[in-house]
């Protein structure tokens, strides 16, 4: 098995892992910063373990020479992730997957900001397309009784934070953020400690908070960490494109929220303009046959 193909597969099962962590939020019968305190501490608890049992001590070295971008990484990475949990408490879940595939955008802008990189005409149309797209997914919000503008603007927070991480680890390689990823994680929930009740669960949601943080979202975060290592930024984006797709399907199946025909246009519109893109990107990349 080459390199491609390792990337891909390891890629594809991180976001067929993630898939199901919006269907286990809306499950989870607690408030959601409860939900958002588990999420992080067991995803955190789980990363932290598992990278012990591999480096010993050696993590905390490794963790030190993620240095200042480790920290900012840390601090939006973690806030993301509790962003995540309260928007889909405050709108539908389709609405909020459909504006996280619009991360690819903001992360061209800050990089175009922070990192001086030029911005190509292909992205400049990205960016104003899923502008178009964002907005008549907000504009739906006001017909559907799930949706709500609130929790769009907390979905495009964290669809930004996210962003704001991911372009800080461009900026560190070739320093690897991996061990910045469980400090993101529990950093968040020793924050959320302080101001919710964490053992307000049910007992019989114990299994469902165990799932979501303890493995599905500690495994599709390692194999996120490791896949893209192996292929390129556009392949990247496009894979995790399934998600926004398969997400609000899932949901509909298992607890009947329909997306609503405003969210399905727009979702449609900001998933076209990003697979086109990308698409365009890899293409281009590809070395042409002799």
């Known amino acids: 098995m080459n390199n491609q193909t390792k990337g891909l597969l390891i890629t594809t099962l991180g976001v067929l892992f993630v898939i199901p962590d919006a269907l286990f939020v809306r499950l989870i019968e607690a408030e959601?910063?409860?939900?958002?305190?588990?999420?992080?501490?067991?995803?955190?608890?789980?990363?932290?373990?598992?990278?012990f049992l591999m480096s010993g001590t050696k993590i905390f070295g490794k963790m030190k020479d993620t240095g200042v971008k480790g920290l900012i990484y840390t601090l939006f990475a973690g806030s993301s992730s509790v962003f995540f949990v309260?928007?889909?408490?405050?709108?539908?879940?389709?609405?909020?997957?459909?504006?996280?595939?619009?991360?690819?955008?903001?992360?061209?802008?800050y990089s175009r900001v922070f990192l001086g990189e030029r911005l190509s005409q292909r992205m400049i149309w990205t960016i104003i397309l899923v502008i178009l797209g964002l907005c008549v997914i907000t504009y739906g919000s006001s017909a559907n009784e799930i949706a709500h503008w609130s929790g769009d603007l907390l979905a495009l927070f964290a669809c930004a934070f996210f962003a704001v991480a991911i372009t800080a680890a461009r900026a560190a390689r070739p320093v690897s953020m991996v061990p910045a990823a469980p400090i993101a994680y529990l950093g968040a929930a020793s924050v959320l400690f302080l101001f919710v009740d964490p053992f307000s669960i049910l007992p019989s949601q114990w299994w469902l908070v165990g799932l979501q943080g303890g493995f599905f979202i500690a495994i599709s975060t390692i194999f996120l960490a490791i896949g893209p290592r192996f292929i390129t930024s556009p392949e990247v984006a496009l894979l995790i494109l399934l998600e926004s797709i398969l997400a609000p399907i899932l949901v509909w199946l298992f607890v009947g929220e329909e997306p609503g025909e405003w969210a399905l246009i727009g979702g449609a519109i900001v998933i076209s303009v990003i697979f086109v893109s990308n698409m365009i990107a890899l293409l281009r990349k590809r070395p042409a046959k002799r």
């Open 86 to 109: 309260v928007a889909i408490r405050n709108t539908s879940v389709a609405n909020v997957v459909f504006i996280l595939a619009a991360m690819p955008v903001f992360a061209a802008l």
């Open 32 to 51: 959601p910063l409860v939900v958002a305190f588990w999420r992080s501490f067991l995803t955190g608890s789980v990363l932290f373990v598992g990278l």
